[in-house]
């Protein structure tokens, strides 16, 4: 079975950094696109970056541009999320989520939830002012 599984999050100050990881099992990992998204209680799920795996090109949410960082480990199948400079607007469930490369790579907006089909169970992010 497919699985994706999120680690890293956990509670910071204004400023602070957490790193997020995203492994990945049971599906061949460099046939996927990898996106992290967030949804904070009563909003939407919001696309806040994405790799492609084959080609390593990456999106950010303009939101996120120049704080956060999306990379991975292509022999550990495994994906990243650096954020730097967290601030209170991030605190959120984060997810880790994965869709074919077909699918994705042909699409314009690539942080959108829609273009996403496999999503793990989430990891908690809060930032404190």
């Known amino acids: 079975e497919v699985q994706l599984k999120e680690s890293g999050g956990g509670s910071v100050q204004t400023g602070g950094s957490l790193s997020l990881s995203c492994t990945i099992s049971g599906y061949g990992y460099t046939s996927l696109c990898v996106g992290w998204f967030r949804q904070a209680p009563g909003k939407g799920r919001e696309g806040v970056a994405s790799i492609s795996t084959r080609r390593a090109t990456t999106y950010y949410a303009d939101s996120v541009q120049g704080r956060f960082t999306i990379s991975q480990d292509v022999a550990k199948n495994t994906a990243y999320l650096q954020m730097n400079n967290l601030k209170p607007e991030d605190t959120a469930m984060y997810y880790c989520?994965?869709?074919?490369?077909?699918?994705?790579?042909?699409?314009?907006?690539?942080?959108?939830?829609?273009?996403?089909?496999?999503w793990g169970r989430g990891t908690q992010v809060t930032v404190s002012s």
């Open positions: 989520a994965a869709s074919s490369g077909a699918r994705c790579d042909y699409v314009a907006d690539k942080l959108s939830p829609a273009v996403y089909n496999m």
